[in-house]
């Protein structure tokens, strides 16, 4: 039985990945620093570690006599745009200690496959229309936030471990996430949580306020097609970091107006000022396709399984605030 090490097993993605490789029937030990908010966690073994501490880092992977067959690093102190441009700092020490104790310690402690979750944050800003960016044109480098630079610095980190020490690193670029057991509310957020979250609480005609104007476009991905696309690229020959993504570019309106179709609510927008982020994103997915990948969820499918689950958190606090 083939044994992995999910570091992040308590947060969002992590913790679906998970559930995923226990279906494929590997042996998993998650590590995170807290438990997961929302459900059990399907890992064989949990250990709480705050792996900022090298030492933690080696104790996360140490399984005795043999080693893990695979590492999953998506351990990071992280959130949604609200949370980046408010705790830069926070970001950079904590993500870089993360990254380069845990990097360290898997290559020295000899494990043979090493995944790292990067983003599409690494990239530069892009213009309405733009030609779709591949990988390659990550540089010259000019991301829009300092978790651009984080993530884009620990990417070279995990490269230069590889090199070194004869590690295989997978590393993926993803765009924004969202589904089920995600953080909803708390200031962490993601966009389609944040907008799922007001939807549900607004009356049917009522409104909501939008940061921005509404016309960023973004592209989201539903979690079973992100881990789905981890796994796949994990297993691939693929040296090389890659993007996953799904191919259908929406503005912030259109996701809002997703969100109330799902609802079946007409909910007004109100535009205010806020932390946007990048105007525009178009990537290649063509390397991560190489890999026999393709996503299985619109927005509207995807959102279909988020906003009942959301739904009922909302239902869940109100019901705990009225007691
Ligand atoms: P998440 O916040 O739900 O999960 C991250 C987990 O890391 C949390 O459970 C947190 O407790 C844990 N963690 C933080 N500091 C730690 C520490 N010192 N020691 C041990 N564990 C610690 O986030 P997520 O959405 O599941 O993201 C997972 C990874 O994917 C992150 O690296 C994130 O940057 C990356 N990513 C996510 C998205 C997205 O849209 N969700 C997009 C691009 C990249």
Do not use: C, M, T
């Given at each position: 039985m083939k044994r992995a090490v999910v570091c992040g097993a308590g947060g969002f993605i992590g913790g679906h990945l998970v559930k995923r490789l226990k279906r494929e029937g590997f042996w998993v030990r998650g590590v995170d620093i807290k438990t997961h908010e929302f459900c059990k966690s399907f890992a064989d073994e949990f250990l709480l570690l705050d792996l900022r501490i090298p030492g933690n880092c080696v104790s996360a992977l140490d399984l005795g006599q043999e080693q893990p067959d695979e590492v999953y690093q998506l351990a990071a102190d992280m959130g949604g745009m609200g949370f980046i441009h408010s705790a830069e700092c926070e970001i950079m020490h904590n993500n870089v200690l993360i990254n380069i104790h845990m990097t360290d310690a898997a290559a020295r402690g000899g494990v043979p496959r090493y995944f790292y979750s990067s983003s599409v944050c690494i990239y530069r800003d892009m213009k309405?229309?733009?030609?779709e960016m591949v990988e390659e044109?990550?540089?010259?480098?000019m991301p829009d936030n300092e978790y651009g630079w984080e993530k884009l610095y620990s990417e070279r980190v995990a490269y230069a471990f590889a090199r070194k020490y004869g590690m295989k690193v997978r590393i993926a670029r993803f765009q924004n996430c969202y589904g089920p057991e995600g953080t909803w509310t708390g200031g962490r957020e993601k966009a389609p949580a944040a907008i799922c979250r007001k939807v549900a609480e607004a009356q049917d005609g009522g409104t909501i306020d939008v940061w921005g104007d509404g016309t960023a476009v973004r592209s989201y991905i539903y979690v079973d097609?992100?881990?789905d696309g981890i796994y796949r690229l994990m297993h691939s020959d693929l040296e090389s970091p890659a993007n996953i993504g799904l191919p259908q570019y929406v503005s912030v309106t259109d996701l809002v107006n997703t969100v109330a179709d799902v609802a079946g609510k007409r909910i007004g927008i109100r535009y205010v000022d806020g932390p946007v982020g990048?105007?525009?994103?178009?990537?290649?997915?063509?390397?991560i396709y190489s890999t026999g990948w393709e996503p299985k969820f619109m927005l509207k499918d995807g959102i279909s399984r988020t906003y009942p689950w959301?739904?009922?958190q909302v239902q869940k606090s109100r019901e705990q605030s009225a007691e």
């Open positions: 309405f229309g733009e030609p044109q990550a540089y010259p480098a097609d992100l881990v990048v105007q525009s994103r178009n990537f290649s997915n063509e390397k959301i739904e009922k």
